[in-house]
Each structure stands twice: as structure tokens, then as C-alpha cells.
């Protein structure tokens, strides 16, 4: 236990953040709330008095891996304090504080500005569960000043919480109801991010056409994108995360209209057969989701679209998956991702079907699962061959040790979930863009030498 004079010196803290992007800045902001305290930040978990895990709880999955790296930080260091935070310590957060004593404080995600308190109250002995509720928007912590990614590229969260309540999806237990962040706010963050060397921007949200819904019912994306497009500097900006049933028709031509955005669209579609769709909450069908793809690569030809799919989600039979193949064939997307449907507590699905229903289903849902990574992988290597024989900006991340080889991405990689482009060259600094010509395709990720 630490007591007397050391309850109020520097600490050294470790954070472990965990699931989405949006989750990452959270983790950055509580850093920075903790640095202006006078700790410090800390890479080395043996080093460290104070150990943040910070969770996520979407689905099962996660959860498990959140509650794994929970242990195994604890095995690491059992002398530090550790505190779960995060997603899953706001969606269970009475549990957890009843079975998991080797937590010095269960702090939820609403209110970051808390995590100095909770850290000085651990570190006199106590433990606590905290699970604050936002603050107004204008008393939000928002700054940061670490980063927790490669040089040269930063997340920048617009909004919090989702009003869709898609049947499956927790996120509005867990985030609770849209709140979008204030505009200037937004904007100032872009400013700092790009005075501090960020060249690359990745707007996240949970869904970024809702941004300002909450303020006078009608989205303020546009309005926002018109600003941060004009700030000064040498950046891009890629957006992450639109709703497909809300898509803004004026969004291609904008992107077309300002090269300082990225033509990549990520649209999580999750299935395509009506009848799953409609079960899901949402409105799609095959045909209009081919009509958005084919507007966008009739405006932007070069766009990257990324979709993610779910499998295994409650009415979906050999049927719809035939019709959701079908569909990915003629859609060609650049990028995919499958997931297999996780039933949620409090969620409208988790009632369709009971847990035997729920088992069965999901060892059909595993082989939905690699059935289409089969189908996909090959329409993505094709889609890749267009880069060869170009010459892109290819933005390093890490340099490979021993070799003359950097690991980078260019426009259409985003980062964490797309293939990577492999440089050729000497002493190529990690954060830099580099002029390249892509040689070839190697898998999902690109092969390229630098030629400026």
C-alpha cells in the first residue's frame, strides 16, 4: 500500500487500451489528464505503479480478451494498482467490482476528467467503483498530448454514443445516446493534431453523417468536413464508420471537390438480405446498397470502400446467406471484414432465439465466416493490382530492424484494419511520407521502393 508522502508523488502508469479507435482516444485523454496531475506515462508494465486497462465490451470476444489482458498485466506487475476502465467497466460495472478483487477501481467511460481522482483514491489504499455520467459537453476532457499509434497519423472522435439502437448493438447501453462533441472543440483538436506533425486524420464516430443530430435534429457533417478542410497545414483526413441507411448523397462529390480528404468510405453494411436486414433494424437490400457503391466509384473511381459483415445473426438461413454472397461477388469490395453475430444482453436480438438456438447457430455461423473470407480474399487482391505501376505517399510506420525495409500505408490502408504497404529503402523515418512506386502485390498488403 502506498502511504504518507508517497499517496502524492509522481506516479508511473501503464495503459493498456483495448477494442476500437474510439476507445484509444479516450485512453489518450485519460493520459493526459493524468500527465497534467504530474504522473508520468510509462511503456515498461514492470515499472509501473498504476496499471489502466482500458476495456472494451461490444461482444463476447472482447470481453474475454479484455478480462485476459487483465490478468495477465496483474501477473506482471502484482505490486502495481491496477484499474479496469473502459467499456466493459461501464456495462459491468457492479459485477466486476464484486468478482474481481484483484481491482484496485472499476472506472467507467463517461466522464475522463475523473481518472486523477480515482488514481489518487487507489493509491491511498481505497477501492472504488466509478461510473460517472457525462458532463456537459463543454466540461468534456477532450485534449490530449500522447498519442498511442504510429507517428504521423491520430484519431479524432466527432461524437459518442449511437441513436440507431440496431437489434444486435450495445453500443447505446454501453455509450449511451448520441452526443456530438462541440464544433469548435472538434476543429481546435484537428488544429493541435496537425501543429504537432499528424499528417493523416482518422475521423471516427459511431456514425459520422449523425454528427449534430442531437443538437437540432439534422446532421452537421458537411459543416464540420467545410472547416477542417480549410485548416492550414500538410494533412489528409480519412473518415471511418458511416451508416449505410444514412449515407449523404453530397459525400462523393465533396471528397471529389477537396483533395485533402481521402477517397475511403467505410459503410458497415452487415448483411444484405432483406429479410436479416429488417430483423436487424435497418432498411437495405441488395440493390440499393449496389446503387451506393456504383455512385461512389462513378464519382471517385480510385475510392476504397470498406464494409463489415455479420454471420450468424437470428433469421439468417441458407437463403440469405446465398443472397449475401451473391451480393459481395457483384459489390467487389476493397476491403471486408466478418464477424460472427454475438447475442447481447439487453439488446432487441437477444431474445430471437434462446442459448441452444444460439449454439447451433453459431457453428454454422463459423463456417458462413471462413466461406467468405474465401470469397473476398481474391476479390481484394485484384482490387489491389490497380496500385501497381503507381506512384503514391506512403506514410511509414516502423522500420523493419536489420533490413532496409520500412512498413508503411498509403491512402487506401487505414490504419489497424487494412493490409500494409512493405518500403524498400535506407533509414526511412517512421511518421514521414515518402514518395513510392508499388511494385506488386503480395497477399492483402502492398510491395513498393521508395523513388523521391
Not at 472499476?106 to 486523477?116: A, H, Q, V, W
Not at 491520430?154 to 447501453?173: D, M, R, T
Not at 449511451?176 to 499528424?198: F, H, K
Not at 429488417?278 to 437490400?285: A, D, I, T
Request: proline share 5%.
Amino acid at each position: 500500500m502506498f502511504v504518507g508522502k508517497e499517496r502524492n508523488r509522481a506516479m508511473k502508469v501503464y495503459i493498456e487500451s483495448l477494442g476500437c479507435a474510439k476507445n484509444q482516444v479516450d485512453a489518450e485523454v485519460m493520459l493526459k489528464q493524468l500527465s497534467d496531475a504530474g504522473h508520468s506515462h510509462t511503456e515498461d508494465v514492470s515499472a509501473a505503479d498504476v496499471i489502466i486497462v482500458n476495456t472494451c465490451g461490444f461482444i463476447e470476444s472482447a470481453r474475454e480478451q479484455s478480462i485476459s489482458a487483465f490478468f495477465s498485466l496483474h501477473k506482471a506487475n502484482p505490486k502495481a494498482k491496477i484499474i479496469l476502465s473502459g467499456c466493459l467497466a461501464q456495462r459491468y460495472g457492479d459485477t466486476l467490482h464484486q468478482e474481481l478483487p484483484e481491482a484496485a477501481a472499476i472506472f467507467g467511460n463517461r466522464d475522463l476528467k475523473e481518472i486523477t481522482q480515482v488514481v489518487t483514491e487507489v493509491l491511498q489504499g481505497k477501492r472504488i467503483e466509478r461510473l460517472p455520467e457525462y458532463p456537459d459537453p463543454d466540461n468534456e476532457a477532450y485534449q490530449r498530448k500522447e498519442l498511442l499509434n504510429f507517428p504521423g497519423s491520430a484519431f479524432l472522435k466527432i461524437s459518442e454514443g449511437c441513436n440507431h439502437w440496431c437489434s444486435y448493438c450495445a453500443i447505446p447501453l454501453i455509450r449511451g445516446e448520441l452526443r456530438s462533441r462541440p464544433m469548435d472543440m472538434v476543429v481546435q483538436d484537428a488544429r493541435e493534431l496537425i501543429r504537432n506533425g499528424v499528417c493523416e486524420i482518422n475521423v471516427v464516430a459511431q456514425d459520422l453523417a449523425a454528427y449534430g443530430l442531437d443538437w437540432d435534429g439534422r446532421s452537421h457533417l458537411r459543416e464540420l468536413l467545410e472547416h477542417l478542410v480549410k485548416l492550414d497545414g500538410d494533412f489528409r483526413l480519412r473518415m471511418l464508420y458511416i451508416h449505410p441507411d444514412f449515407f449523404p448523397d453530397w459525400l462523393p462529390q465533396f471528397v471529389k471537390d477537396n483533395s485533402k480528404l481521402i477517397p475511403y468510405f467505410d459503410i458497415p453494411l452487415q448483411h444484405a438480405a432483406p429479410e436479416v436486414l429488417k430483423l436487424m433494424g435497418r432498411f437495405g437490400n441488395p440493390d440499393i446498397y449496389l446503387k451506393l457503391i456504383n455512385d461512389i466509384r462513378t464519382t471517385l473511381p480510385d475510392a476504397m470502400i470498406r464494409t463489415t459483415i455479420m454471420v450468424g445473426f437470428p433469421g439468417e438461413e441458407p437463403g440469405s446467406f446465398k443472397i449475401l454472397k451473391e451480393f459481395l461477388r457483384k459489390a467487389r469490395f476493397d476491403w471486408m471484414g466478418v464477424f460472427v453475430y454475438s447475442r447481447e444482453e439487453g439488446t432487441k436480438a437477444y431474445g430471437m432465439r434462446d442459448e441452444a438456438e444460439h449454439e447451433k447457430a453459431q457453428r454454422r455461423a463459423k463456417r458462413y465466416k471462413n466461406e467468405l473470407e474465401n470469397l473476398q480474399g481474391p476479390i481484394t487482391e485484384e482490387r489491389l493490382q490497380r496500385f501497381v505501376g503507381n506512384t503514391y505517399d506512403v506514410l511509414i510506420e516502423e522500420q523493419v530492424i536489420g533490413e532496409d525495409l520500412a512498413i508503411g500505408r498509403i491512402y487506401s490502408q487505414a490504419p489497424d484494419v487494412d493490409g500494409l504497404t512493405v518500403v524498400m529503402g535506407h533509414d526511412l523515418r517512421p511518421g514521414t511520407v515518402y514518395k513510392c512506386g508499388i511494385k506488386s502485390v503480395k497477399g492483402l498488403d502492398l510491395e513498393a521502393v521508395v523513388v523521391e
